[in-house]
T-cell receptor, first 114, second 116 residues
């Protein structure tokens, strides 16, 4: 899977929007962009994924740059429960049948201030 | 409730004493995986299974065994644990979908293992 780059940490205030960036300049046309998060003392949790168009779900929005070399995970109104490590991961379309592992980098440690 | 369960959640053992960590999912997923998470190294895949009786090595399989006799269960076996297997272990399951690469993985709560 292609490499992603994320800031080590970000800080935000409760009830404000949070924009978590991810750079993936070597992305190929068939790579899906996935986001997972890991809350303290828990297993990773799926957040959202997309291929080319922006995506919204109940947890977050994913904004994908037109050239797909970067993306932004948007938490519209952060709460204290959103404090976690957020991972941006690329998955090759058609790869491995889905059972092969996700490659987790270091992710972004999101700190939410009350 | 759709979930992946692991047991035990915490385990302290001694070198060489065989142990099994169980993993079960109730979502009828075809794929299951085991990961270990270590500080500074992130999550690394140990083994995975694409269906019953089909297993394959991940990135760090040495010292581990798995089996997949039933769709819902995927136990991780340490035949002779060593201190370097002290880690946080996660089981995950994935539903097979038509667009490979778009699957989402569901993770268990983790098993923290200490080998003395």
């Amino acid at each position: 899977d292609a490499k992603t780059t994320q800031p080590n940490s970000m800080e935000s205030n409760e009830e404000e929007p949070v924009h978590l960036p991810c750079n993936h300049s070597t992305i190929s046309g068939t790579d899906y962009i996935h986001w997972y998060r890991q809350l303290p003392s828990q297993g990773p949790e799926y957040v959202i994924h997309g291929l080319t168009s922006n995506v919204n779900n109940r947890m977050a929005s994913l904004a994908i740059a037109e050239d797909r070399k970067s993306s932004t995970l948007i938490l519209h109104r952060a709460t204290l429960r959103d404090a976690a490590v957020y991972y941006c991961i690329l998955r090759v379309k058609g790869s491995g049948g889905g059972a092969d592992g996700l490659t987790f980098g270091k992710g972004t440690h999101l700190i939410i201030q009350p | 409730e759709a979930q992946v369960t692991q047991n035990p959640r915490y385990l302290i053992t001694v070198t060489g004493k065989k142990l099994t960590v169980t993993c079960s999912q109730n979502m009828n997923h075809e794929y299951m995986s085991w990961y270990r998470q270590d500080p500074g190294l992130g999550l690394r895949q140990i083994y995975y299974s694409m269906n019953v009786e089909v297993t394959d090595k991940g990135d760090v399989p040495e010292g581990y065994k798995v089996s997949r006799k039933e769709k819902r269960n995927f136990p991780l076996i340490l035949e002779s644990p060593s201190p370097n297997q002290t880690s946080l272990y996660f089981c995950a399951s994935t539903k097979r979908v038509g667009l490979a690469g778009a699957e989402t993985q569901y993770f268990g709560p983790g098993t923290r293992l200490l080998v003395l």
